[in-house]
């Protein structure tokens, strides 16, 4: 069955730096466009990050320029390097991929806070 584990979340001070990572299973990895989402206490989810089979990437407009997507297919990880971090990322973090439905791991806290 397909499997998404997120780690690498925490507490960070404003203008620091984290990188997530999510580990998939079950899956043909390399195939499949991979997200990250967030979701804020009170909050609707949202996308931050999207990464094609081929590289391509996107982002929301709330994070181009701080955030950055990758992944490596020979791991079947998918990473979010978050920069420059504000208080307005903090939020819970959640890998996802879509296979005929949305399958999402158990998400990281993000903590920005000085």
């Known amino acids: 069955q397909v499997q998404l584990v997120e780690s690498g979340g925490g507490l960070v001070q404003p203008g620091g730096s984290l990188r997530l990572s999510c580990a998939a299973s079950?899956?043909?990895?390399?195939?499949?466009?991979m997200t990250w989402y967030r979701q804020a206490p009170g909050k609707q989810r949202e996308l931050v990050a999207g990464?094609?089979?081929?590289?391509?990437?996107n982002y929301a407009d709330s994070v181009k320029g701080r955030f950055t997507i990758s992944r490596d297919n020979a791991k079947n990880i998918v990473y979010l390097q978050m920069n420059s971090l504000k208080p307005e990322d903090t939020a819970v973090y959640y890998c996802?991929?879509?296979?005929?439905?949305?399958?999402w791991g158990q998400g990281t806290q993000v903590t920005v806070s000085s």
């Open positions: 996802n991929v879509f296979l005929a439905r949305h399958y």
């Open positions: 079950g899956i043909i990895f390399s195939n499949y466009p």
């Open positions: 990464i094609t089979s081929g590289g391509s990437t």
